[in-house]
């Protein structure tokens, strides 16, 4: 598992998005939870420059410290422990999921509401189209049945792709770094193919709703 828990240090986003620790004989019905918020917030907002964008005073910093810390603590502890069959991985990515709800709502609390509008700019420019499937990034762009239909299905078709990936590393068959590129590139590719659903219009809407960029 010490791929697993390497990622679980420092990989930002790629740790929400593609960390599904159910193995690929899984029921086929078993569907990747949507969140509003799929990454690590208190991970994201404890970086340097985004904490510097978003112009946290002192008591926000290290209120937003402690939630990393203790997050990572708590994930890295829960995905040691050892997994032998699908259903206990699956079981772990179920605990794993509830905890970071748990903790981005902490940190979402220490913010202010423009802290709040300003980070979601700033998820929109870390996670690009694979934040299409938030229901509220879909109701903000006004997106048809249709178009959320055809999200769902790369969303679906993403998240089995990651689950590919995070078994093989499980099981000794790709290296940290090679399941990191592979969990980038997959996220990438399927939040390009989620970008072409949205009408140019939207598209624009949605290029506007990022703000300012920053480099990540």
């Not at 828990?5 to 690929?24: E, H, I, M, N, P």
């Not at 994201?44 to 810390?69: E, N, W, Y």
């Not at 509401?113 to 979601?120: A, E, F, G, M």
Request: proline share 4%.
């Amino acid at each position: 598992m010490k791929s697993l828990t390497s990622r679980l240090v420092v990989a930002l986003f790629l740790l929400a998005l593609g960390a599904s620790y159910a193995a690929t004989s899984a029921p086929k019905q078993a569907a990747m939870p949507v969140r509003e918020n799929p990454g690590s917030l208190p991970i994201l907002i404890s970086l340097d420059h985004v904490s510097k964008d978003l112009h946290l005073t002192s008591l926000q910093k290290s209120v937003i410290a402690g939630l990393r810390s203790d997050y990572r603590a708590a994930a890295i502890k829960l995905m040691k422990m050892h997994h032998q069959t699908p259903a206990e991985l699956a079981q772990a990515q179920k605990k794993l999921e509830q905890l970071s709800v748990s903790y981005n709502q902490r940190a979402m609390d220490v913010l202010t509401p423009i802290q709040r509008r300003r980070l979601r700019e700033v998820e929109r420019q870390v996670l690009g189209g694979a934040l299409l499937i938030a229901p509220s990034e879909q109701k903000l762009l006004g997106l048809s049945e249709e178009q959320k239909q055809k999200i769902e299905k790369i969303h679906q078709d993403s998240y089995s792709k990651a689950m590919d990936i995070d078994l093989r590393a499980d099981q000794g068959k790709m290296s940290y770094h090679q399941q990191i590129l592979a969990l980038r590139k997959n996220r990438k590719a399927h939040g390009a193919k989620m970008l072409k659903v949205l009408t140019p219009e939207q598209r624009k809407a949605w290029e506007v709703s990022q703000g300012q960029k920053l480099s990540f």
